[in-house]
């Protein structure tokens, strides 16, 4: 098992050759490799084993076809398709196209039907629990403003963490229905107890609170939360959960029932690999009352789909997701989820050990997946971290992003995927060191 000790002496041996711009090759699936093949898990059943088999993930890597233009370090923001999810993406689109109207009235009720089943099995919900939208923020807009639960006086509540556009949601509830606001600072660093404390602290400090919004797989620096502890303060006060899973899916293992929230929304175009647009709302059954029906719907009150309205499908999107789904399947969501750990760990773990370089996000198992953030000690102004993506992209071929909203200042977002490399992880430590020794007072 690679010790941090060995992590800080292999990016330490980084010549300074590899700090110079560099964009990766082409990666291309040779067109004799079959895919399913190439996906085959080595025998090793350990995941975190099977995580450290470069030849086994380059064959996963070879599946994507990544741009020659820079080396992405921002996989968060949506998942490539991978090539046989790609290639089917666009065997649906032919389809829809030369078919119109006949196939999207016959046949496609069923398909979508299938994708439903599909997305509900692997989330380990009934089918009648989840509804598609276009991405997580839509469903969690529609959960948040369709809440019928808080009257005025009451208080809404969410954490500098959570994803602006879910703050300003919870914001305007607030404003509609007469209710107040209450926000809780994450500590830094970040800890169980801590985090448990803070939220205990604020709950208690708001005795009125109805509605609590939280984040399991955090946006801008990457922290798990520990939703089902969180979660079971607030019900034990009568508080009830929205929470925010858009990162959570096809990163980090993760089962709804076991949440502990009643409301979520999720994306199944960035962990899962699907086409961009593609989202799921999931209300608990026996909670549709709770969520009013989408702008004046007449459906019935006892499904999901009366409680948001996306307009005409995408037919060829809904298509790709089973095929989304069957390329992870293959894979193996554990092994997934081992390998984005090996790669965050890969680059986290030494820079943790960079002066003046701050690591956001702890170390902990459980407590972080693929994401990670940074900052530049004592330097978190938006200008500051700002600079810092903008030098790792023009000077050293390093694509990350700035983040904000934190209570203690900005930072920079590191998200490795699968078509990553320990190599990618590495550069990005030896630019780091680079980085850090340039800043004043280093």
């Not at 990016?11 to 190439?38: K, N």
């Not at 789909?305 to 996306?310: A, K, L, M, N």
């Not at 760990?345 to 198992?365: C, F, K, N, Q, Y």
Request: include cysteine; aromatic fraction near 8%; charged fraction near 20%.
């Amino acid at each position: 098992m690679t010790t941090r000790r060995d992590f800080v002496r292999h990016a330490a041996l980084v010549s300074a050759a590899s700090l110079a711009v560099r964009a990766p090759e082409l990666r291309q699936l040779p067109s004799d490799l079959d895919p399913s093949a190439a996906l085959r898990a080595p025998e090793e059943s350990d995941p975190l084993l099977i995580a450290q088999d470069e030849t086994y993930w380059a064959k996963v890597a070879a599946q994507y076809r990544v741009t020659d233009r820079t080396t992405n370090l921002e996989g968060g923001f949506f998942g490539m398709m991978a090539t046989p999810v790609l290639e089917a993406y666009h065997r649906h689109i032919d389809r829809v196209n030369r078919e119109s109207s006949y196939f999207a009235r016959r046949e496609y009720p069923a398909l979508f039907a299938n994708a439903r089943a599909r997305v509900a099995q692997a989330l380990g919900v009934e089918p009648s629990e989840i509804a598609f939208s276009r991405g997580a923020t839509e469903s969690l807009q529609s959960l948040i403003g369709q809440y019928n639960r808080v009257n005025p006086g009451d208080t809404v509540m969410y954490a500098d963490l959570d994803y602006n556009a879910m703050q300003f949601a919870m914001n305007a509830l607030a404003a509609r229905r007469g209710a107040t606001v209450a926000k809780v600072d994450f500590p830094e660093p970040a800890s169980v107890p801590a985090i448990l404390q803070a939220y205990t602290a604020a709950l208690d400090a708001h005795p009125r609170t109805k509605l609590l919004l939280l984040t399991h797989c955090n946006n801008k620096t990457g922290l798990i939360h520990p939703v089902r502890a969180i979660a079971d303060l607030a019900r034990a006060r009568g508080v009830e959960v929205v929470l925010d899973a858009a990162h959570s899916f096809g990163q980090v293992p993760i089962e709804l029932s076991e949440l502990g929230a009643d409301f979520v929304g999720l994306n199944l175009h960035k962990w899962i690999g699907a086409p961009v647009g593609a989202g799921v709302m999931y209300i608990r059954s026996g909670r549709l009352d709770a969520i009013d029906r989408a702008h004046g719907d007449e459906g019935s009150l006892d499904r999901i789909d009366s409680r948001i309205h996306t307009g005409t499908t995408d037919f060829a999107t809904v298509l790709t997701i089973p095929d989304a789904l069957d390329f992870q399947a293959t894979i193996g969501f554990a092994n997934k989820s081992a390998r984005l750990r090996f790669l965050r760990d890969r680059w986290a773990v030494p820079a943790r050990a960079i002066a003046g370089v701050d690591i956001l996000t702890p170390d902990e198992p459980g407590l972080v997946g693929a994401i990670t953030a940074f900052r530049l000690h004592g330097r978190g102004t938006r200008e500051a971290n700002q600079a810092v993506a903008r030098t790792l992209l023009e000077e050293f071929g390093l694509f990350t992003v700035w983040r904000n909203g934190l209570a203690k200042g900005d930072c920079v977002r590191v998200t490795p995927a699968l078509y990553n490399t320990p190599a990618d992880c590495d550069r990005l430590v030896a630019a780091l060191r680079v980085i850090a020794d340039r800043a004043p007072g280093a």
